[in-house]
Structure formats: C-alpha cells, structure tokens
C-alpha cells in the first residue's frame, strides 16, 4: 500500500511544490459548502481521472459532485481573471 500523503501525491504528479499542492486541494474542500471531502479522496478520485495540467480545483469538486464521489453541495465557482473587473482602467 502507499504511504505517500496526498499532498506528496498531487506536489509529484503536477511538478508542484508541497505548499502549492496544500494550497489546491484546500481550495477544492473549499468549493463545497459545509462537508469538506478529505484530501485522499480527492486524491484517489484524481487519480482517475486523466488530467493533462492542474485542473481549477472548483472543476474537480464539481466533477466529484456530478460523480457522486462526494455528494455534498457546491459554494458558487469564483470568478476568473476574465470575469473581474479591472477598477483600475486601461
């Protein structure tokens, strides 16, 4: 059985350091309302799945929604750099 932890996983798998792994499926229990997935099922459900690049983590808690892997509800998808507005101007 692997011993390795989930943060070690995602870190190898996307070239990432482990704080930026931490970071990613912290934001994907985030993207779920009120029942947080533990971060070896997001693990394990990713591993799954063929992702070329680090995927958003919303878009993995929605997959895993949609999955019935974690059936809880979703917090609504933050927006993207597009979808800001720039209070700044041009």
Do not use: C
Not at 9 to 25: G, K, N, P, T, V
Request: glycine share 4%; no cysteine; proline share 10%.
């Amino acid at each position: 059985m692997d011993k390795s932890k989930p943060i070690e996983i995602i870190a190898a798998r996307f070239q990432l350091s482990r704080e930026s792994a931490r970071y990613f499926l912290d934001r994907v229990q985030k993207s779920f309302q009120s029942e947080k997935p533990p971060h070896q099922l997001i693990v394990e459900f990713m591993s799954a799945e063929t992702f070329e690049s680090l995927p958003k983590p919303h878009y993995v808690a929605r997959l895993m929604n949609e999955a019935g892997v974690w059936a809880h509800g979703l917090n609504p998808e933050p927006p993207g750099q597009a979808d800001e507005v720039d209070h700044y101007g041009p």
